[in-house]
């Protein structure tokens, strides 16, 4: 069975740059793209963006000037970093398997396998 | 950015209840919606895509509809562990964007 679990700092200040790792345990990241969701106190899900395991990548506009996803497939990881970090950035940062499904007419993407996710604060 | 309007909010159902939460996206957006459970300190937990596709080991209580603008998330004869925080999210084009949330409580 596949399992995803993040890690990084809990605690970032702001300006500075946030690196978060999640580890797949129980099966390779072949085939699949990998992907980020983070949610913010009070706030909804928002979906920051994924990485296919080959390196291509995809990501929310808004924060594609600061948001770098990578993939190492030798160690069964793929990463975020997100630099000029500000409040806004406090959030719960979920990573998560992504499933692009071809039905004959259609690709169909949903998200089936997530980590626990890690809480992480930007404050001085 | 394609904005999506859970209804309701907040919703209080009894054990045995049918509860429907409906999704409204601000631009059609074909059949391109997943829908997500959460429970708090858990990760989501994928519930159906392509709109009406039951993921592998879903109860067959939930149950997903609609295509264009309006989708329907049901949940037939609510069970104690279905009480939680429900998001529909769409995957037609970039950024892809949740909803809301809707969280069933219990009455």
């Known amino acids: 069975q596949v399992h995803l679990q993040e890690s990084g700092p809990g605690l970032v200040k702001p300006s500075e740059t946030l690196s978060l790792s999640c580890t797949v345990s129980?099966?390779?990241?072949?085939?699949?793209?990998w992907t980020w969701v983070r949610r913010p106190p009070g706030k909804e899900l928002e979906w920051l963006g994924y990485?296919?395991?080959?390196?291509?990548?995809n990501y929310d506009p808004s924060l594609r000037s600061r948001l770098t996803i990578s993939i190492d497939t030798s160690k069964n990881q793929f990463s975020l970093t997100l630099t000029s970090l500000t409040a806004a950035d406090t959030a719960v940062y979920y990573c998560?398997?992504?499933?692009?499904?071809?039905?004959?007419?259609?690709?169909?993407?949903?998200?089936?396998?997530w980590g626990k996710g890690t809480t992480v604060t930007v404050s001085s | 950015d394609v904005q999506l309007t859970q209804s309701p909010s907040f919703l209080s159902a009894s054990v045995g209840d049918r509860v429907i939460i409906t999704c409204r996206a601000s631009?059609?957006?074909?059949?391109?919606v997943a829908w997500y459970q959460q429970k708090p300190g858990q990760a989501p937990k994928l519930l159906i895509y392509?709109?009406?596709t039951l993921h592998a080991g879903v109860p067959s209580r939930f149950g997903g509809s609609g295509s264009g603008t309006d989708f329907t998330l049901a949940i037939k004869n609510l069970q104690s562990e279905d009480f939680a925080t429900y998001y529909c999210?769409?995957?037609?084009?970039?950024?892809?964007?949740f909803g809301q949330g809707t969280k069933v409580d219990i009455k």
């Open positions: 392509a709109a009406s």
């Open positions: 631009q059609a957006i074909n059949n391109y």
């Open positions: 129980g099966g390779s990241l072949s085939r699949y793209y």
């Open positions: 998560a398997r992504l499933h692009g499904l071809w039905n004959g007419s259609q690709t169909h993407y949903f998200m089936d396998v």
């Open positions: 990485i296919f395991y080959s390196g291509g990548t």
């Open positions: 999210q769409h995957y037609f084009i970039y950024p892809w964007t």
